[in-house]
């Protein structure tokens, strides 16, 4: 793990990494920050406990998420797209109240969440730490803070959300009868215009994997970019522009870990085994969304 160390002793005397670690105790300074970076849950709440596609789910993720929250400082950062791949209100439903146990410090809104329509983008807004630069609803108002900067580990980070055009495509010219796009360049500009000039920048994309590519220049003094949006798998050793490039994939299969330590940066991906433990808030989640399909399904069958 990106946390751990060894601690040996030399010639008798205190090991640098014990005076280190007691020196992070002390607050003489922090321990480093790890990243955290989920993406693409697609609704997935409830492990298959399939052979053919073991990974993933949220009853799995969030007690590793915890685990490693006991192991140091973690900044927790959602590229999107955690709703159901097709309109689901009951999912949906379900999915936002999950993600409310997560204890999130930013996440952007994806095509799936807009997909749902601005009544449900509105109420994710009042239930997560939502950023983003340049979706807005049609009446102008922004869809979340254009950024949110955090501290942690004694590291700022300013995190901010970008969604393309080719992004939301696939939705038709309806999306743009609820939400508008600013164009990219000038609403990042704008969004980390007044942030501290040592916070590590952070962008959350809601964008297809060769257009993060394409767009290098975009990402000029960024130091990670995170992808939401496709399910590609990309393991922190490319590059777009300036920055580390990271996507998990999708059904919450693998988290994303990140640290850095000054000008170096570590970044890798982690599955989400099957043999992790059950967070039981989340297995009660699914028992409800069971239940009220039953119902639904009961309710359509009376009306037939």
Not at 4 to 17: D, E
Not at 38 to 48: F, P, Q, S, Y
Not at 127 to 143: M, Q
Request: aromatic fraction near 4%; charged fraction near 25%; hydrophobic fraction near 45%.
């Amino acid at each position: 793990m990106l946390t751990s160390m060894r601690v040996r002793t030399v010639c008798g005397r205190t090991p640098s990494l014990l005076i280190a670690a007691l020196l992070v105790v002390a607050g003489v300074y922090a321990q480093p920050a790890t990243i955290v970076f989920t993406a693409r849950a697609d609704g997935r709440l409830e492990n298959c406990r399939c052979p053919a596609d073991p990974n993933g789910a949220l009853e799995k993720r969030l007690p590793e998420i915890n685990r490693l929250r006991e192991l140091g400082p973690v900044l927790l950062l959602d590229a999107g797209n955690f709703f159901p791949e097709t309109i689901d209100t009951l999912g949906a439903r379900a999915m936002l109240d999950a993600y409310a146990l997560h204890g999130y410090d930013a996440v952007t809104v994806g095509v799936q969440e807009l997909m749902h329509g601005a009544p449900w983008v509105r109420e994710i807004e009042r239930a997560l730490p939502v950023v983003s630069a340049n979706v807005r609803y049609r009446d102008g108002s922004p869809a979340g803070k254009a950024v949110r900067v955090i501290e942690r580990g004694g590291t700022a980070f300013a995190v901010t959300g970008v969604t393309s055009r080719a992004a939301v495509r696939r939705l038709g010219p309806s999306v743009y009868e609820q939400f508008s796009l600013r164009p990219l360049d000038g609403a990042l500009a704008e969004a980390f215009a007044g942030v501290p000039a040592d916070a590590k920048r952070i962008v959350l994309a809601q964008m297809p994997l060769d257009s993060i590519r394409a767009r290098a220049g975009l990402w000029e003094a960024v130091d990670l970019v995170a992808g939401g949006h496709n399910s590609d798998v990309v393991a922190g050793s490319e590059r777009a522009g300036d920055a580390v490039l990271l996507e998990v994939g999708a059904k919450s299969r693998r988290i994303g870990l990140v640290q850095f330590r000054g000008r170096r940066v570590k970044a890798d991906l982690q599955a989400i085994h099957p043999s992790l433990p059950d967070d039981p808030r989340i297995v009660e989640i699914v028992i409800e969304l069971k239940r009220a399909r039953r119902q639904q399904e009961t309710a359509t069958d009376t009306r037939r």
